[in-house]
Structures are given as structure tokens and as C-alpha cells.
């Protein structure tokens, strides 16, 4: 008996559950490019693959919504794209804003964003991005710049706030990937920061008041050499991804 009424509560309860309604969702992605004769050069010559496009992380700020496309690959014209929160005329494949500006999407300039993976906005609605520097795609890099932190304040037109450039005993421009970041608001605000370098993986800690950074290290932050190995297409690929996510626990008055 206990077991019918349990499939029957079971029942009742999947047949109250509303349907997912789909929001967004791209078979490719493209942007608002300047010109369509822009676009179409870009494709000629290979800075704009749309099959080469990933999202990876989305972030929110009142009717806005971020999203960071890694340059895994060639044919990435933006790393950092932005479109509405809400679906403009039923479209649910929006073209991408480049974020702040196309200026900033620029490879080989150091003055731009040459591989953003992860970011995160403050309660001041300020955006925090990562930029490793360098892409990862095939082609040879134009330039190999410094890894580095970029705040803009999303609530005064999109003003920088601060630029921090890693030093290399902190980060490693050659081999740094900065993956992931959670903030904590309090000491003047820290940011904790995952960089799954290859060779000196670990957990970068920046102090915004002190205009300052340091890195943790310790093998619980390296890939286990037994979980290396896993299958792609039914083919064996090792490919050791060390300390990747981060999370932080919410704010409380215990300690944490």
C-alpha cells in the first residue's frame, strides 16, 4: 500500500509540473557586426567561424544578460558578448552585442580582450572579467599578452574601474589559463580566481583595496594522474585538467 500511494503522490506530482519553456537557444552564434561587408570579410577569411562559437558563461545584471565565448578555436570575433535578458520579438537566438565595444575584441592588442572564460558582477554591478591573454586556438597567437583582471562598472556606463595586470610569478603568461572567479565583498572586496595552468596550477587570491595578488598552491589542485583519461568519439584522450570551478559559501555572521 505505502508503495501504491507513493507512485501515485509520484504521478500527481509530474503531471502538475508546467512544461520547460525554452528562453534562448542557438544552433550558431552571430553578432551585431558593424557592417554586413564586415561580416562577410570576417568570414572570407576565417575570423568568423560560426560552428566555432561557444558560450561558456552567462551572467546577469537587471535586463541584461553576459556571455563569455572562449577562443578555443579560430573564427572567434568575440570573447565577451551581451543581449537583452528577455527574448526581443519571440527571437530566441539573439545576435550578440560585443561587449563593450568591437575595439575590445581586438586579437593581438593587449589593450583588448584576447580570451575571456570567466567573470562574475558584484552587488555594485560591477563586472569582473578574466582575460588569460592569449587564445588557444590553432593559429598562431598574434601576441601573448599578460594575463590580467578588468573591472567595468556596469551602472556608469560601462567605466573601467580597475585594470591588473598578474605578475608573472603570480600568473604565468605563456601557460595561464584563468578559468573561474567568485567574489567576496568583504576587506574591500577579494576575488578568488581558479588558473588551470598546465605546469603551475592553482587558486589566485586579489585584494581590490590593496591592488594586490597572490596565488595558492598545493596538489589537491592537480589533476589525479588515474582520472586523466576519458573517451571523445569512442577515442581515448588524456587531457589533465587541473583545479577548474570555484564556489564560495554565502555570506553569514559564523565563520565560514
Not at 603570480?170 to 573561474?180: F, G, H, I, P, Q
Request: glycine residues 6%; hydrophobic residues 40%; aromatic residues 10%.
Amino acid at each position: 500500500m505505502k508503495r501504491l500511494m507513493l507512485l501515485g503522490f509520484l504521478i500527481i506530482v509530474v503531471s502538475c509540473h508546467e512544461p520547460f519553456q525554452v528562453i534562448f537557444e542557438w544552433k550558431s552564434i552571430d553578432f551585431q557586426w558593424p557592417s554586413d561587408e564586415e561580416r562577410q570579410y570576417a568570414v572570407m577569411r576565417g575570423d568568423y567561424i560560426p560552428a566555432n562559437n561557444f558560450i561558456t558563461t552567462v551572467k546577469f545584471w537587471k535586463d541584461k544578460m553576459y556571455l563569455t565565448l572562449p577562443r578555443w578555436k579560430d573564427g572567434v570575433p568575440v570573447t565577451l558578448g551581451m543581449t537583452s535578458t528577455k527574448p526581443i520579438n519571440g527571437i530566441t537566438a539573439p545576435k550578440l552585442e560585443a561587449f563593450p565595444t568591437w575595439d575590445m575584441q581586438k586579437l593581438g592588442d593587449c589593450t583588448a580582450f584576447q580570451l575571456v572564460h570567466g567573470m562574475e558582477i558584484d552587488l555594485k554591478g560591477r563586472i569582473w572579467i578574466l582575460d588569460t591573454g592569449r587564445p588557444t586556438s590553432l593559429r598562431e597567437s598574434k601576441a601573448d599578452c599578460s594575463p590580467r583582471l578588468v573591472i567595468f562598472d556596469l551602472e556608469n556606463n560601462n567605466k573601467i574601474v580597475r585594470t591588473y595586470q598578474f605578475p608573472e610569478h603570480v600568473v604565468r603568461c605563456k601557460t595561464a589559463y584563468l578559468n573561474d572567479i567568485v567574489l567576496d565583498h568583504e576587506d574591500g572586496g577579494m576575488a578568488y580566481i581558479t588558473d588551470t595552468d598546465i605546469t603551475d596550477p592553482g587558486i589566485i587570491v586579489f585584494s581590490l583595496r590593496d591592488n594586490n595578488s597572490w596565488k595558492i598552491r598545493h596538489d589537491s589542485m592537480k589533476a589525479k594522474s588515474e582520472a586523466v583519461g576519458f573517451m571523445v568519439a569512442k577515442t581515448h584522450v588524456i587531457n589533465p585538467v587541473h583545479v577548474d570551478g570555484i564556489a564560495l559559501s554565502p555570506a553569514s555572521s559564523r565563520n565560514r
